[in-house]
């Protein structure tokens, strides 16, 4: 059974989360470059807000990053607008109130600018929250023209509140909460909200000097005014100050969230890249519901797998298709015209063509036997028109050889036969899993490939009887070619010309849909849900200068005075301005949940209540005696006006940080469903690595999921010392029968199931580490040594010209040694199924040429005259025995294995060639180094 890898072919790189002032963050690549490579992304010190000092000046390297981030900042920052909208909603809704409560016709227009002002917050309100703005505005153009309408209205309600009673204290705490709430949620960079809360501050400062000073012309007091307007910008400073900070630590935490959310939301996409490239080759060789059952059984607890009785079959039964043989014919011709790589590379350009008409024709290849060619119409999924399509599908292969036949000058040709009927379909043993095909009909159309004749396709009758008139057909005397045929009595025909015009896209105007897969995936974040961490600090109102009635009398000269003991009895305003800053101060903490800021802020607004209602209610009344004289009465109170306007802004600054909450929940909300996402796909691609790995070699595997292949791609590595091993049960084909008892013959292959497992367990052992399973073939179990890179011999660790020849074809040794323990392990299936099974298995060694014919359908295979001897050996020797060549015997002679001579046999294509049998090992040890090493499964003839 596949298990996990220890060690993974393809590893990801080592994410981290870190973030500093100065640092750099390793993050995956980019879409268009290779899976895993990384780049390094850059926060540097440094800014176009050169206000600031340089450590909180932040910035990424490359600038691409830094504009990314910009993007999602604004996102960030675009819910926490609409809270600055609530906030202005919130001041004029206050006007109004303080204007309703004492009213006169003179705070008339008070009323109706607040109102006005208060129908614009709503409109932007509706359009911003539901995006009915362009995005180019929202972004552009809502941010300032929101600061225009809030300063539009602070000077509103300075003019028209204080026409006749202008005093350097006036709108102030409104001014301060504003400037710090521009910090909190403006969607722009530090640099243009310093400069609009400086520009705010500044003008608000310089129209209440300049009309104070007109005034009072006659009384000014020019050391008092200026102390009030020091006061101010003390203020407006620190208001300035504590908002700078506040944004600086919530780019802190945007810039930190951002990474990890870029940082995990690419990891997520490389993961699905690869798992999707891995599910593509993997479905690529095995049908889909082959792979599903597969990654089923694999991630089944230990306990269950223990508990079966058998080894998994992954074994289906198919009913009406239609199976194609297809062979070159001329192909020892012109392998002997060519070297063996560019025979390869022939082969693997030809077979990328039959791959390309297979998904034309809705064929589902199933292997490459050397030059031969197999495919089905009519599986997994079940088509009327199977025959036709698979007719198709040969007419087109005998057009295609014309492009070999001239590209290599000799006469080459397609012999293609077809037959209908009944396969088993699945896949056999643990260990690189190929689906294949068994039955007799799979028999039967072999034979009708054998009994064919070239460029011509050869059909049966059963395939005949599946046609609907679509082609014009003659007798085609397959008996007289085949004795198989002849002997079971096949009618069989060839194909002249098709009658019914075939679509590009189908058969009989049936289109196929040719699914394309993507690699492309996007890099681009979309963080529109997730919030940074942005519960920093929120900004404080500041006092409304309570909306009183406009005197048509001036001011007495003694009320811009600050006399009076420390200046409470004319300026007790400003001591809740120190509560404005306060509660700054508390919507900057952070790490602390909104109810406790709730009850700090409730704390302060409750104390400072309590002090201007109670403990400084004469000093207020005295404060709005000397400065309003008789028109005191058509006011509200001081005393009540600042401590509404703490609570307001208590509520605001609640209301924001509630929102801050909001968004930091649901970014961990989001990081967690992100990351269980990424285990999820992490996860998958563990099995699917897993299965990948099982069919191909993992150097290989490596190769193919590292970039999209076209179809004529090679992937090829020559070998110059390599063991090739052939290991059959003759005998098993007189115990394989289709009668119900067997289920159509599923028990049997179930049997033969259980054999190559137990073959495949063997490589499990560390001492046949070296080698690699290549393939099997109905009940041939092929077998390479020293194929695998960096194990090849057990010293790979030592250069080649340093390796003395024992050391050199160690893995030889091994292979022998394996074919040794494949005849005691079937020994032992013998002994408890009461069977009597043999193996017939030749050796050879010499150079081969490994690769991958098909980069869209991998078939992983090795070729050469090595591959060839090694078939001859297994083909023509005895069963019971291991039958090898000279140059294989005069090497493993010197590791003690024992031989017994059978004489020269007549070998096709190589004439006659002396042979020996391998019996066994003289000694129960190989001696490695002059050291002794047991080896298991050893047989020792007697």
Aim: with cysteine; aromatic share 10%; glycine share 6%.
């Amino acid at each position: 059974m596949c298990t996990m890898p220890r060690n993974r072919a393809f590893s990801e790189p080592e994410y981290s989360a870190e973030y500093s002032a100065d640092c750099s963050v390793t993050l995956p690549s980019d879409p268009g470059q290779a899976v895993g490579r990384t780049h390094e992304v850059t926060v540097r010190s440094s800014g176009c807000c050169l206000c600031l000092p340089r450590f909180m000046r932040l910035t990424f390297a490359p600038e691409s990053l830094e504009n990314l981030y910009q993007t999602y900042f604004r996102r960030q920052r675009h819910e926490t607008l609409l809270v600055l909208v609530v906030f202005a909603a919130l001041f004029d809704s206050y006007i109004i109130v303080m204007c309703a409560v004492v009213y006169t016709t003179d705070k008339l227009a008070s009323v109706l600018v607040a109102s006005l002002g208060l129908a614009a917050d709503i409109v932007l309100y509706v359009l911003c929250r539901f995006g009915l703005l362009p995005d180019r505005i929202s972004r552009r153009v809502v941010p300032y023209a929101l600061w225009v309408l809030i300063a539009a209205q602070i000077f509103c309600y300075l003019g028209l509140n204080y026409a006749r009673f202008h005093q350097a204290s006036d709108t102030v705490g409104w001014q301060a909460f504003f400037s710090f709430s521009f910090f909190l949620t403006l969607p722009l960079r530090l640099t243009p909200i310093v400069l609009i809360t400086t520009v705010s501050c500044g003008v608000h400062t310089l129209v209440l000097g300049v009309t104070i000073a007109q005034q009072q012309q006659e009384h000014i007091q020019g050391a008092a005014l200026g102390r009030q307007l020091l006061a101010n910008i003390v203020i407006y400073v620190c208001a300035i100050t504590v908002g700078v900070m506040s944004y600086y630590m919530a780019d802190r935490k945007h810039r930190k969230a951002f990474l990890e959310a870029r940082q995990s939301l690419e990891v997520k996409l490389n993961l699905e890249e690869q798992s999707q490239q891995q599910e593509r080759l993997l479905l690529s060789i095995l049908p889909k519901h082959i792979a599903d059952e597969m990654l089923q059984d694999m991630k089944k607890e230990p306990s269950q797998k223990e508990m079966q009785q058998f080894n998994t079959m992954y074994m289906y039964r198919h009913e009406n298709v239609s199976i194609l043989f297809a062979d070159i014919v001329g192909f020892t011709q012109l392998s002997s015209t060519c070297s063996a790589h560019e025979l390869v590379k022939l082969l693997n350009e030809l077979f990328a063509r039959f791959d390309k008409l297979a998904a034309k024709y809705h064929q589902l290849r199933i292997k490459i036997l050397g030059d031969c060619y197999y495919c089905i119409c009519g599986l997994p999924d079940y088509r009327e028109d199977h025959a036709a399509c698979s007719i198709m599908m040969g007419l087109a292969m005998v057009e295609a050889i014309s492009y070999v036949r001239e590209k290599t000058q000799t006469d080459v040709d397609m012999r293609v036969g077809v037959h209908s009927g009944t396969v088993l379909g699945g896949v056999l043993g643990q260990k690189r899993w190929q689906y294949d095909v068994w039955s007799t009909d799979v028999t039967v159309a072999n034979k009708m490939e054998a009994g064919g004749i070239p460029g011509r396709v050869h059909i049966s009758q059963s395939t005949m009887e599946c046609l609907h008139g679509e082609f014009d057909t003659e007798p085609g005397n397959g008996g007289d070619r085949c004795d198989y045929l002849k002997e079971r009595g096949i009618e069989t025909y060839l194909v002249v010309v098709p009658k019914v015009p075939v679509g590009k896209n189908g058969i009989n105007g049936v289109k196929l849909s040719v699914t394309s897969s993507n690699g492309n995936s996007p890099l681009l974040i979309n963080t529109t849900e997730c919030n940074g961490s942005v519960n920093t600090t929120c900004t404080t109102p500041e006092e409304p200068e309570e909306p009183e009635e406009l005197d048509t009398r001036p001011s007495s000269p003694s009320s811009s005075s600050l006399s009076g003991p420390g200046g409470c009895l004319y300026n007790p305003k400003y001591y809740s301005y120190i509560a404005v800053l306060a509660l700054m101060a508390t919507t900057m903490l952070v790490q602390v949940s909104h109810m406790v800021k709730l009850t700090l802020m409730l704390l302060i607004t409750g104390a400072t209540g309590i002090v201007n209602i109670y403990s400084w209610r004469d000093i207020f009344d005295r404060y709005d005696m000397a400065r309003f004289q008789d028109y005191s009465t058509y006011l509200v109170p001081s005393k009540f006006t600042m401590t509404i306007m703490i609570f307001i802004m208590m509520v605001s600054f609640y209301y924001f940080s509630r929102h801050v909450e909001k968004l930091a929940r649901t970014l961990f909300l989001w990081k967690i469903e992100v990351h269980e996402q990424k285990e999820k796909v992490y996860e998958m691609r563990r099995w699917n690595e897993a299965l990948v790995t099982n069919m191909l070699p993992e150097h290989v595997a490596r190769h193919f999921l590292g970039s999209k292949k076209r179809d004529e791609e090679l992937y090829s590595q020559s070998y110059d010392e390599i063991g090739v091993m052939f290991a059959s049960i003759p005998n098993f084909s007189d115990f394989y029968t289709e009668e119900s008892i067997n289920n159509g013959g599923i028990e049997c292959l179930r049997f033969l199931n259980e054999i190559i497992s137990d073959f495949d367990s063997l490589l499990d052992e560390p001492q046949f580490r070296c080698i690699t399973k290549i393939k099997t073939i109905g009940s041939t179990y092929m077998a390479a040594s020293g194929v695998t890179p960096d194990v090849s011999n057990g010293y790979s660790c030592m250069k080649k010209e340093e390796q003395s020849d024992r050391e050199r074809w160690q893995h030889l040794a091994d292979l022998a040694d394996f074919a040794l323990a494949m005849k005691v392990t079937l020994m032992n299936i013998n002994y408890q199924s009461f069977n009597n099974f043999m193996l017939r298995i030749g050796l050879n060694k010499g150079g081969v040429l490994a690769g991958v014919i098909g980069a869209r359908k991998p078939h992983y295979d090795i070729w050469g005259n090595t591959v060839n001897v090694a078939s001859r050996m297994e083909s023509t020797g005895v069963m019971g025995n291991i039958q090898v060549v000279e140059d294989c015997y005069n090497i493993l002679k010197e590791y003690s294995f024992r031989f017994v001579r059978r004489g020269p046999i007549f070998v096709k294509g190589k004439g006659e060639l002396l042979t020996y049998f391998l019996k066994g090992r003289d000694k129960q040890g190989s001696f490695i180094n002059g050291s002794s090493v047991t080896l298991p499964h050893q047989v020792v003839d007697s």
